[in-house]
């Protein structure tokens, strides 16, 4: 990964409390461009690799009606995979997180289970399998 130390800056949010035995404060780091930020997020499995680095997590910076948001999303999905349901989690479409499972794999299950004129469509950013219409001659 390389990230450019030119035109970067960082701040530290939050505030310092010397009373807690954690010190960690996030870190917003402001790059260039946002190609450089999405070159960041997703190099995010490789920072992880490296021993010192693997507690650390990075994170598009969020509104709190989107952290609030994700955060609800999150724990839906325990709920849901407490309950029982396989391979759900959280994808994003478009910046929007939302509920995903393997639909590929559930189309193929299917369609070798002898259904016919099935296909996967978007609807709103979600992925749904879905009956091709009959079409009328």
Known sequence: MNIPSDGVTSTRLGKFDPTQRIRK???????????????????????????????????KDRTPLQTSFYNNLKRQLKER???????????????????????KRQLKERLDAGEQ?????????????????????
């Open 81 to 103: 995979l407490d309950a029982g349901e396989q391979d759900l989690y959280i994808r994003h479409f478009n910046d929007v997180p939302s509920f995903y499972n393997n639909l």
């Open 25 to 59: 404060r996030p870190l917003k780091l402001k790059l260039r461009s946002h190609d450089e930020v999405i070159s960041v997020l997703r190099d995010t499995k490789k920072i992880k690799e490296i021993e010192k680095f693997k507690s650390v997590s990075l994170s």
């Open 117 to 137: 004129d099935l296909y996967i469509r978007h609807f709103n950013d979600v992925p749904k399998i879905v009956k091709r219409k009959a079409s009328g001659n």
